[in-house]
């Protein structure tokens, strides 16, 4: 009797630690995580770095062997502003062309080990604050010449993980007021796959990885058969692809990653290819594409082989926000130069450029769209942030600003 009256005298006080526990995670500010490319390092003069609470420099690459190698990597740190006190660096491994090993780096007791080693190394000699992996992509096809294993790459890829979250603890141990230190990934949009595609169960991730950001862009593109969206808040039914900001978010905290591991995607850049028609009075941004090449992006776009593929030297149709920003839209970021032509399109939230000269179409976000991807993600999702893709690329921190203003 007096062990439960004592139970029921302290309920309340129980409850209201939760309530306090919940009220201050809740507070917690959100993630604002940005990617720095080392070969746009020249860029970052203007970018308030202060703004984003994470900043990783990409890419550290490993060659068959596991060495690792950072590009101007006894440069680029000294030359990063001075990060504020609570402001996380990291360092993201692979990438796009950065990934061609992986697969068979993480079948290999010896070369995960050894890559680890200097994991850790590089987190000492750099003081980082922790690692960013990003994969592309375990079990399917990413690069052209990359090598992928459909049945064990996402198993050797959680068993790296884990057996890295254990290294990194070990080396340096959590404290209350740093906390550990990090492993971070940046994944597709779909879950990892398995033989049969996307696994529906992707739980073990998030025990040894504390954020994972979903690259929730490149839906659309020179790959596909319409023109369409780079990265749409919401798809049309029946065009283009069917995914979507919305329906990719959904996917990952169903197949077993909680809402505040997860951190949302934004691009600050969008793709062109060329239409077959003439899209000017268009009633939406779908419309029969040219496939035989892929045009010439903004002004810093060239033609140039796959650094790690190679092949013939193509354009990438990559374009920067801050070209389009200044090549394309006049002062009030809606209004066209030229031969362009602007429209919002309210399915899938993001506007869209069309030249009526080259009928060159180009998909891209801007501050409407990114705040209310935004908004979407922390506020309605309960996500623990957004990630964008590249700091570099935005103009006068625009886009920067219309993400603070969502919060």
């Avoid at 490993?62 to 740190?77: H, Y």
């Avoid at 993480?106 to 995960?112: D, G, H, M, P």
């Avoid at 990892?192 to 593109?221: H, K, Q, R, T």
């Amino acid at each position: 009797m007096l062990e439960h009256s004592s139970t029921h005298m302290y309920a309340p006080l129980k409850a209201t630690v939760i309530l306090f526990l919940c009220s201050v995670l809740a507070a917690a500010d959100p993630v604002v995580f940005g990617y720095l490319p080392t070969w746009q390092l020249d860029k970052l003069e203007g970018i308030d770095i202060a703004k984003y609470t994470h900043v990783s420099v990409s890419f550290a690459i490993p060659d068959a062997d596991a060495q690792l190698t950072l590009s101007t990597a006894e440069t680029v740190f000294s030359s990063l502003p001075q990060l504020t006190p609570g402001q996380k660096l990291l360092v993201s491994l692979g990438g796009w062309t950065g990934s061609k090993h992986l697969s068979d780096i993480f079948k290999n007791k010896e070369k995960r080990q050894y890559l680890q080693t200097q994991m850790i190394e590089w987190i000492r000699d750099y003081q980082l604050d922790g690692w960013d992996i990003d994969y592309e992509y375990p079990g399917r096809q990413g690069d052209s010449c990359h090598k992928f294993d459909a049945q064990s790459d996402t198993p050797n890829f959680l068993q790296f993980l884990t057996e890295l979250r254990d290294q990194i603890d070990s080396e340096f141990p959590p404290t209350e007021d740093r906390g550990r230190k990090l492993i971070t990934l940046a994944t597709r949009f779909q879950p990892f796959d398995g033989p049969n595609g996307p696994l529906a169960d992707v739980s073990g991730f998030a025990e040894p990885v504390d954020l994972i950001n979903l690259m929730l862009y490149d839906f659309n593109g020179a790959w596909s058969d319409t023109t369409g969206p780079n990265a749409p808040v919401d798809f049309a039914p029946h065009k283009g692809l069917q995914f979507s900001f919305k329906s990719s978010i959904d996917q990952w905290i169903d197949a077993g990653i909680p809402a505040e591991k997860l951190v949302a995607g934004l691009p600050f850049y969008g793709r062109t290819v060329t239409a077959m028609g003439d899209m000017t009075e268009a009633k939406d941004m779908y419309e029969s594409l040219k496939r035989s090449l892929i045009p010439q992006g903004d002004s810093d776009d060239i033609e140039e082989s796959d650094p790690s593929c190679g092949g013939p030297k193509a354009f990438s149709g990559i374009w920067k926000y801050r070209n389009i920003r200044n090549e394309i839209l006049g002062e009030d970021g809606e209004e066209p130069s030229g031969p362009w032509v602007r429209r919002f399109d309210e399915t899938t939230g993001t506007p869209w450029l069309f030249n009526k000269d080259t009928r060159d179409f180009v998909s891209y976000d801007d501050a409407q769209s990114i705040a209310a991807k935004t908004k979407y993600a922390v506020m309605e999702k309960s996500l623990a942030g957004v990630m964008v893709w590249a700091m570099t690329n935005d103009y006068n921190n625009e886009l920067l600003n219309s993400i603070y203003s969502a919060f």
